[in-house]
């Protein structure tokens, strides 16, 4: 089973920047999909973000098109999520995820590994 670990969630003023890693049991990075989703009380978990680490363009939610940013270093076997002009709406806690199989895209299904969630919190 893959293990995600997050960091870099924090509490930021609207238009601020934060980034968010997410470090991946050995063998991850370059052989899953992996990416972000969101989620606040009372609502579903977001798919914000997601590609192939072998290789991939990310695809990004709508509503972050433009301000963020997904990366990755293998060597580090780490993922990364650099978020700017944040906005009190992105105000979630993210989760790193990945799977093995199955298209990169941003539907929750099929996304078998999560981490613990980082929460950021973006005031206005």
């Known amino acids: 089973q893959v293990q995600l670990v997050e960091s870099g969630g924090g509490s930021v003023q609207a238009g601020g920047s934060l980034r968010l890693s997410c470090v991946a049991s050995t063998g991850t990075y370059g052989t899953h999909c992996m990416g972000w989703f969101r989620q606040t009380p009372g609502k579903e978990r977001e798919g914000v973000a997601s590609f192939y680490t072998g290789g991939g363009a990310p695809a990004y939610a709508d509503s972050v098109k433009g301000r963020f940013t997904l990366s990755g270093d293998k060597v580090k076997s780490t993922l990364y999520l650099q978020m700017n002009n944040l906005k009190p709406e992105d105000t979630a806690t993210y989760y790193c995820?990945?799977?093995?199989?199955?298209?990169?895209?941003?539907?929750?299904?099929?996304?078998?590994?999560w981490g613990q969630g980082t929460q950021v919190t973006v005031s206005s």
């Open positions: 995820v990945a799977k093995f199989r199955g298209d990169c895209n941003l539907l929750l299904a099929g996304y078998t590994d």
